[in-house]
């Protein structure tokens, strides 16, 4: 017995030494080519996406996916595998949403439409009314009461498509679908119907969070999304009667509050282990689709960084973290909770890496950090560059990794390529079909490549 121990010791200090010997360009190529031959995060999605599938807060798919990715964890022989306790909130869908646009009495057009989350639902018999078009908050403020009071709002503006980062055509355009119902509700109107978020014209609609402030219970106003060509067709209807009606009925409902888990997994370091880096995505989904780009991919992504280190024997030198974030879709529970507890425990935490934007090919990292960690950053860009990464910039990181920002962390958030991001983003087809086996394993690899850079020259 004890022989076999004195071998595998040897070779396990060889495989260090050989590690530690090599180029950094050496490590990288290892990294890149296990990921795409030996790699497990296709297969850890196609179980979370197509055996569990959608995984909202709150709910049973959510519950199965922490259960699922804790055992997962725990087969690949880290030295600390957790859940962290986290409360989160339950809303559901309940039936099939329906939508019709009545030009006259009896005749209809159906459209499609999904609840925005936290809606409330509509009436039992559904709400039919006249609708009102805008495009902004101010059109809505100029209009006021009296044009409004009774009548269905129609937020109508739409991705700016001449943007080459969709995410900023996004961000420019949100802001109706998240604060539309408490706007709306300012002038009396009975409903929101927002245009999805989507770049594309086709008949899926796109759900996503929506706030009611602290507007009081019996003021809440039903909203949901309709899709962009039925968008579209409402739109020009209205260019001709400004008199048609819109009917639409949700079902939805939220409940108490819920017990969940954030879920994490540890390599602990061997030179500085009071030192934390970390990479994630959030576990939980919308529930129309089942969240294999968003987040399922960010998901497994993370667990691989942690299994690529250890299967090409890197022993990293700081303690690597992967964080599974409960909540992000609907109350970024799951990071809140993760910043405090560290916080609690006085953990010093220097890097924090987050995946949250598709499993499309990466093109680089966007960093939240001082001059200093991103002008080591920039040095690395040619070790990159044969793997076609270019895009290093500063500017955002992640929604869960957001709330370690302080005055020293690195906070970073891989970039794919984002111009089919929204097609999927919150609809139904965002679904595993939607994933290239390829495409997810660079993202992993470019993951690892980062934290293990990191570990080997440490943040400024």
Not at 99 to 110: D, F, H, L, M, Q
Request: glycine content about 10%.
């Amino acid at each position: 017995m004890k022989n076999i121990q004195s071998i595998l010791l040897f070779f396990a200090i060889i495989s260090g030494l050989l590690v530690h010997a090599q180029t950094d360009e050496d490590v990288l190529k290892t990294i890149y080519k296990t990921s795409l031959t030996q790699g497990e995060s296709y297969n850890w999605l196609n179980h979370l996406s197509n055996q569990i599938g959608s995984r909202l807060s709150g709910s049973l798919g959510a519950e199965r996916a922490v259960a699922y990715t804790k055992e997962e964890l725990d087969k690949l022989g880290l030295d600390k595998v957790w859940l962290q306790p986290v409360m989160v909130p339950k809303w559901v869908r309940g039936a099939k949403e329906y939508a019709y646009i009545e030009t006259t009495p009896g005749k209809t057009n159906t459209v499609n439409i999904c609840a925005l989350g936290g809606s409330v639902a509509t009436p039992a018999l559904g709400i039919k009314a006249q609708v009102v078009e805008v495009k902004s908050f101010e059109e809505l403020e100029t209009l006021g009461t009296e044009k409004i009071e009774g009548k269905i709002v129609f937020f109508n503006r739409p991705m700016q498509p001449d943007l080459i980062s969709t995410f900023d055509a996004y961000g420019g355009c949100v802001n109706q679908r998240y604060q539309g119902a408490v706007e709306a509700s300012k002038y009396g109107a009975v409903g929101v119907i927002v245009r999805s978020m989507n770049l594309r014209l086709d008949d899926l609609p796109h759900t996503g969070s929506m706030t009611y402030g602290d507007l009081p219970v019996e003021k809440r106003i039903p909203s949901a999304a309709i899709s962009t060509n039925d968008a579209e067709v409402l739109s020009t209807m209205l260019e001709l009667n400004k008199n048609i009606k819109l009917y639409f009925k949700t079902n939805c409902k939220k409940l108490k509050d819920v017990q969940s888990y954030n879920v994490i997994g540890e390599i602990t370091g061997s030179q500085f282990p009071d030192k934390y880096m970390i990479v994630g995505g959030h576990l939980d989904s919308w529930d129309l689709g089942d969240g294999s780009h968003d987040d399922g991919a960010g998901v497994v992504q993370s667990m691989e960084v942690l299994r690529l280190l250890k299967t090409i024997g890197v022993k990293p030198k700081h303690s690597i973290r992967v964080v599974l974030f409960m909540n992000e879709e609907n109350g970024l529970r799951g990071g809140n909770k993760y910043a405090e507890v560290a916080k609690q425990n006085g953990e010093n935490h220097v890097l924090a890496l987050e995946s949250d934007a598709g499993g499309f090919t990466p093109r680089g990292f966007s960093f939240d950090c001082n001059d200093a960690n991103f002008n080591q950053v920039l040095s690395w860009q040619n070790l990159f560059k044969p793997y076609l990464i270019h895009y290093f910039e500063k500017g955002g990181s992640g929604a869960d990794v957001g709330p370690l920002k302080n005055d020293r962390i690195v906070l970073a958030g891989l970039r794919p390529d984002s111009q089919r991001y929204f097609d999927h983003h919150h609809a139904s087809n965002d679904t595993f079909d939607a994933i290239n086996k390829r495409e997810l394993e660079l993202g992993a690899a470019t993951m690892t490549a980062l934290i293990y850079l990191f570990d080997k020259y440490g943040t400024k």
